[in-house]
């Protein structure tokens, strides 16, 4: 029996809470939760996942706030809602995971590179989230060390 349907979909102002909600519950970067810049995956109960582009003043573009609601985990919504973000994608972007994530995202076309090699603002993420997992640390949580992810033009 098939579960309940979801649908991807460009948010709206009125996602704007779930969408902060789901974002901040998983302790990603809480900033430029900016509810344009995202879609989201959404079934009768509500939004059950996230994931944004930010565009940089730069010109830059990084996949970012990829989140899905722990109940609706393990049915490839995560890999659907980055299906979606990326099918008109045909610049460079960038994203920034975990290390121990890191290869789940090659089959996208998403290589790990040295962190000098990334646009100024995706290093600037890059620095605060390496900044609050050294506050994980002190707050006795384990530490997961980042990497900095490029994708190459489409």
Do not use: C
Request: net charge positive; proline share 5%; glycine share 8%.
């Amino acid at each position: 029996m098939d579960g309940p349907t979801i649908s991807i979909r460009r948010a709206t102002e009125w996602d704007q809470s779930a969408i902060r909600a789901l974002v901040r519950g998983e302790r990603l970067n809480p900033h430029g939760l900016s509810w344009p810049n995202f879609l989201v995956a959404a079934n009768e109960d509500g939004i059950i996942g996230a994931v944004q582009m930010r565009k940089h003043a730069d010109g830059s573009r990084e996949l970012g706030s990829l989140v899905v609601s722990r109940e609706a985990r393990g049915r490839g919504i995560g890999a659907q809602l980055i299906d979606a973000l990326l099918a008109s994608e045909h610049e460079p972007v960038w994203m920034i995971t975990s290390a121990a994530f890191a290869k789940a995202y090659a089959r996208w076309g998403f290589q790990p590179i040295d962190a000098p090699s990334a646009p100024v603002k995706v290093r600037r993420n890059y620095r605060m989230g390496s900044l609050a997992g050294i506050v994980s640390i002190l707050k006795l949580r384990p530490l997961q060390r980042l990497v900095i992810l490029e994708r190459l033009s489409a």
